[in-house]
C-alpha cells in the first residue's frame, strides 16, 4: 500500500471520530431509508410519517451500536446505562428535526397526491425527509453526542489496535506516537 500524502495523512488522523461519525451516518441513511421506502410502497403507504419514524427508529439503534463501538470507541465518561439513555434522548431530539421537513412539506405545503403528482410527492419526500431532515439531524446529534453522551476523549481504551514501532513525530496517534495496524482504512492509512 503506497504511504498517503502527510497533509492527507494528518487530515484522517485530526478528523478521524467526524469521518467514523460520516460513514455510521451513511450507513444509517440507508438502513432508515430502506425501512422507510419499504413500509411505505407497502403496509404503510397511506402512512407515510409513520413509516418514515420507524426508518429513523431501526437506523437510531443501529446507530447506537456503531457509534459507541466504532465513532466514538474511546470515549467515554458515562456508565454505560447513563450514556445509553442520554444516546437515546439525543436521538429523539434528532428524530423531531429528522420528521419536521417532511410533516412540513407534507401537511404544510400539501405536496401530497392528488395535490400534486406522485413523481413530485416523492420527490418532496426524499429531498425533505431524507436530505434536509437527514442533515439537520445529523448535524445536531454530532455536536450533541461529542458534548453530552460521550464527553471524554480517551476515557476507554482503545482495544482495536497494536502498537508496531514508535517512529512518527508529525502524525501523533491515539496511542501516544505508536505506529497502529487497524482493521479500518483510516487506522491503515495513519500507519503506512
Avoid at 18 to 44: C, Q, S
Avoid at 76 to 88: K, P, S
Avoid at 101 to 113: A, D, E, I, N, V
Wanted: zero cysteines; hydrophobic letters at 45%; glycine letters at 8%.
Amino acid at each position: 500500500m503506497s504511504r498517503l500524502p502527510e497533509p492527507l495523512q494528518f487530515l484522517l488522523h485530526k478528523h478521524r471520530e467526524m469521518i467514523r461519525f460520516a460513514l455510521v451516518g451513511g450507513t444509517t441513511f440507508l438502513i432508515d431509508n430502506g425501512v422507510w421506502y419499504a413500509l411505505k410502497l407497502t403496509v404503510l403507504t397511506d402512512k407515510v410519517v409513520t413509516a418514515k419514524v420507524i426508518g429513523v427508529l431501526v437506523a437510531i439503534i443501529a446507530s447506537y451500536v456503531l457509534s459507541r463501538e466504532w465513532s466514538f470507541h474511546t470515549r467515554g465518561g458515562r456508565e454505560r446505562h447513563h450514556e445509553a439513555a442520554l444516546f437515546f434522548l439525543v436521538s429523539g431530539i434528532g428524530v423531531g428535526i429528522n420528521i419536521l421537513p417532511l410533516t412540513l412539506s407534507r401537511h404544510l405545503f400539501g405536496l401530497q397526491s392528488p395535490v400534486v403528482s406522485v413523481m413530485t410527492e416523492e420527490i418532496a419526500d426524499f429531498v425533505s425527509g431524507s436530505i434536509i431532515g437527514m442533515l439537520l439531524a445529523t448535524g445536531f446529534k454530532f455536536w450533541a453526542m461529542r458534548r453530552w453522551v460521550f464527553p471524554d476523549a480517551g476515557a476507554r481504551p482503545d482495544r482495536r489496535v497494536h502498537p508496531i514501532s514508535v517512529d512518527s513525530p508529525r502524525v501523533p496517534s491515539r496511542n501516544s506516537g505508536l505506529q497502529v495496524s487497524g482493521a479500518d482504512p483510516i487506522d491503515r492509512a495513519e500507519a503506512s
